[in-house]
């Protein structure tokens, strides 16, 4: 690929979550974004077949949000994150909670994912200290989980490569992923979900409620490869923590906004829990910002404390806590995915988005479960030479050589294009993936 990078330029870049020693030797670089699609330093157009992260869901370089981020450059570029607001910010805690299941009405802005789930943990262990219950700090989080890269995300997160590097973090436990054996290729949500869940009543026996502050959970876990809950089995974790007063934290940097055409996963999956983590679609990726959705009651326990007014209710933020700018984009994409109707076109096409998913089963038998809910799909790979990674790294690579990204992620091939695709881009990507996999070996 022609670029005009140095190779010193190339070395001083250590890349986030990127093989940089194969990277470098021939670089992928990208040099501009519109609609739905990429252009490479060779020119070549390219699909983007993840939203970017499965950030950018209405697609690349929106008018709408373009201008609203030029306006608030040249009107407030940042305002301290503390002491201070802006109204921007008010305004988009107020729409945020219109996505969000009634009663999680107070928002709490972050940077990135990875902040919005420290933003959790760290709430769910003073909220109890607040109460009395002082004891209650450890969590559980699920296997293949993912929670970002903070050492609070890796804690509760389930995948083992993004672990076994850094030792000990926050004492936490782990329930069973529900990809069960039995249950490959099963459309959208599979049985037995009840079942699953019951597993947390084990690690409430093992650990003690009185010791558990919250139970996190992607409602569909993304990272891993779209594996999404069987049925009933975020209601029996919701009845469970109820039971045993955990906090119940859906982790939504993936689902929220529009992925699982609906709102958020809560909505898609009828389960409402505790606080919802949000981030990525918030402003479709175009300037960094998450947020956590807490309900009311978890907010008024810290308005309660009865302290002086120049007293801290709890001492947490970041210094781009509700920066102007990512408000700003954040606003503008939250209306251009009501003014579109994008919620209800996700919705209205997730069934031809699972058809034609789904018929990449006849392109060859190394697919060995395909799974898949509203805009999104995770198809494993048959490991080769014991190695899980290789082959879905190899067809991401292939992909890339024919104009598509794609992500691959430990045994999977992850789908997750803009809420704005075509079917004949959806036929097209299908296309190109199966004839991919089928030249492996
Ligand atoms: N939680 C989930 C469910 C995620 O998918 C991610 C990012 N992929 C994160 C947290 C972390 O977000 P960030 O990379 O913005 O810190």
């Known amino acids: 690929m022609s670029h005009r990078l140095t190779q010193a330029q190339l070395d001083a870049h250590w890349m986030a979550y990127t093989g940089n020693r194969q990277f470098k030797k021939d670089p992928r670089i990208i040099t501009s974004a519109a609609g739905n699609y990429y252009t490479d330093s060779d ?5 983007d077949g ?7 869901g209405l697609g690349h370089s929106n008018p709408a949000i373009n201008e609203a981020v030029a306006q608030q450059v040249k009107t407030l570029d940042y305002s301290p994150a503390f002491q201070f607001g802006h ?3 008010f305004l988009l805690a107020e729409r945020i909670t219109e996505f969000m299941p009634k009663g999680l009405n107070r928002i709490f802005f972050t940077g990135s994912g990875s902040e919005s789930v420290d933003t959790a943990l760290k709430v769910a262990r003073a909220y109890w200290r607040k109460k009395g219950m002082g004891t209650k700090t450890k969590f559980i989080g699920r296997a293949k989980g993912y929670h970002g890269a903070g050492i609070s995300g890796f804690s509760v997160g389930g995948i083992p490569a993004n672990r076994t590097l850094y030792g000990q973090g926050l004492e936490s436990y782990h329930l069973p992923h529900t990809q069960v054996p039995g249950s490959e290729f099963s459309k959208g949500m599979a049985e037995q979900g009840k079942e699953r869940a019951d597993d947390l009543l084990n690690l409430i026996m093992m650990h003690d409620a009185s010791n558990i502050a919250a139970v996190i959970v992607e409602p569909m876990s993304g990272s891993a490869g779209v594996i999404v809950p069987p049925k009933g089995y975020l209601q ?10 955990i906090l119940l934290i859906f982790d939504e940097v993936i ?12 909505e898609a999956f009828g389960v409402t829990p505790d606080v919802i983590t949000m981030a990525k679609q918030v402003t479709n990726g175009v300037i960094p910002m998450g947020a956590v959705a807490f309900k009311q009651e978890i907010y008024d326990t810290f308005m309660d404390n009865g302290g002086p007014d120049y007293m801290l209710e709890i001492p947490h933020g970041y210094t781009y806590s509700a920066h102007p700018i990512a408000c700003a984009a954040a606003l503008a994409s939250l209306d251009e995915i009501k003014k579109q ?3 209800e076109r996700v919705n209205s096409m997730s069934s031809s988005w699972e058809n034609s998913v789904h018929q990449l ?6 697919i060995t479960d395909i799974r898949n809910y509203g805009f999104a799909a995770g198809i494993t790979i048959a490991p080769i030479d014991g190695e899980p990674a290789k082959r879905p790294f190899q067809i991401a690579m292939a992909m890339w050589d024919k104009g598509y990204y794609v992500r691959y992620g430990a045994d999977t091939i992850q789908l997750a294009p803009p809420f704005t695709t075509e079917q004949s881009e959806i036929d097209s990507l299908i296309n190109a993936l199966g004839e991919t996999i089928k030249q492996q070996n």
Do not use: V, Y
């Not at 020119?43 to 699909?47: A, E, L, S, T, V």
């Not at 689902?255 to 809560?266: C, E, I």
């Open 50 to 56: 993840l939203s970017g992260l499965w950030t950018c």
């Open 236 to 245: 029996r974790l919701r009845e469970i923590c109820d039971q045993h007063n």
């Open 361 to 366: 089963k006849e392109a060859s038998p190394m």
């Open 87 to 89: 109204e921007k910010s």
């Open 43 to 47: 020119g070549r157009k390219i699909f």
């Open 255 to 266: 689902t929220a906004f529009g992925r699982m055409g609906a709102k958020t996963g809560a």
């Open 341 to 343: 109707g994008l919620i």
